[in-house]
């Protein structure tokens, strides 16, 4: 965190976009809510549910696919601006002083960059995330319906999961190449196969014994679990709410989870820039290892350990 603690600009930066995403998101919500106001009641006596028209019950759900893409897209963006500004860091942080930029210049360049040269690929990047992340839902639950209770310590060996698995390295392999991006300025295609080249275990530019690499990662699991678990216990309160207000179960339901989905995304925003700032510093330690050089040495030792007595 120190990182982000020397350049404020960056927690004002999330605040203004998270703004931005949230005023955002009010035509979207609204919308989703006409839509879903568009149906009749059931004719049948014993019955007063309400049924959502056919069209409108698709129109709705392009309107939602749409609404998580922009999401996913002023997200992308912060993580671009935070990966420039966390490389500036990282790379200039031994020349002296007065060489170096402020730090407001520094975020101001990341953004501009974010919003503007890279802006393409982070929409591409954001599609890609999109399609993996609900390709590995959709199959891991079809894994866990298909498997016989009886038979799911084979879980593991099922197809649904080989492939949620393979789609997995694809999901990130896309997060680092946002970073990637945002350190080097590469378009998304070149860019994702020089971070795939740099970044894979077997790639050409594997290089160095990152004994602890893969501990941070506990760090994104534990801000998504956070996460989760507080857009829960909302998502609990506006079903609640609306179920003792006299609504329909349906709209109890929506209630639910747009409660639930608006809280989660959030707070995934608020605290990702942690996420976002130990990824980058993970590329430029794999960046300075591929060059043969050490810009910052406490950075090898979060990602091999302090050195034992003896070794070099």
Not at 55 to 78: D, E, H, N, P
Not at 166 to 184: C, E, K, R, V
């Amino acid at each position: 965190m120190t990182v982000v603690l020397e350049n404020l600009p960056l927690l004002a930066l999330s605040l203004c976009l998270l703004f931005a995403a949230l005023v955002a998101s009010i035509p979207f919500l609204s919308l989703i809510l006409r839509l879903t106001l568009i149906g009749y009641y059931s004719k049948k006596p014993s019955d007063n549910s309400w049924h959502v028209r056919g069209y409108a019950g698709w129109l709705a759900f392009l309107a939602t696919v749409v609404w998580i893409w922009s999401w996913g897209v002023v997200r992308g963006a912060l993580r671009v601006a935070v990966s420039g500004v966390v490389g500036n860091w990282y790379f200039t942080r031994s020349e002296p002083e007065p060489a170096r930029k402020p730090s407001m210049a520094v975020a101001e360049a990341a953004f501009a960059r974010a919003h503007g040269a890279s802006l393409g690929s982070i929409c591409v990047a954001t599609l890609v995330l999109a399609f993996t992340q609900s390709s590995i839902f959709i199959l891991r639950n079809l894994r866990r319906i298909t498997t016989p209770p009886q038979l799911q310590f084979f879980a593991p060996l099922h197809p649904f999961e080989w492939v949620a698995s393979l789609i997995a390295i694809f999901d990130t392999l896309s997060n680092q190449t946002l970073t990637y991006i945002g350190l080097t300025g590469e378009p998304f295609w070149s860019g994702s196969r020089k971070a795939r080249e740099l970044l894979s275990p077997g790639g050409k530019h594997a290089k160095g014994k990152a004994t602890k690499a893969l501990d941070y990662s506990l760090l994104s699991f534990l801000l998504t679990l956070s996460s989760l678990s507080i857009s829960v216990v909302t998502a609990i309160g506006g079903f609640v709410y609306a179920a003792h207000s006299g609504a329909p179960t349906l709209n109890a339901a929506l209630m639910a989870l747009l409660t639930g989905g608006v809280t989660f995304m959030t707070i995934s925003f608020a605290l990702g820039l942690g996420r976002d700032a130990a990824d980058a510093l993970f590329v430029c330690y794999r960046l300075d290892i591929d060059a043969g050089v050490k810009n910052c040495p406490e950075a090898f030792e979060a990602f091999e350990g302090r050195p034992q007595s003896g070794e070099v």
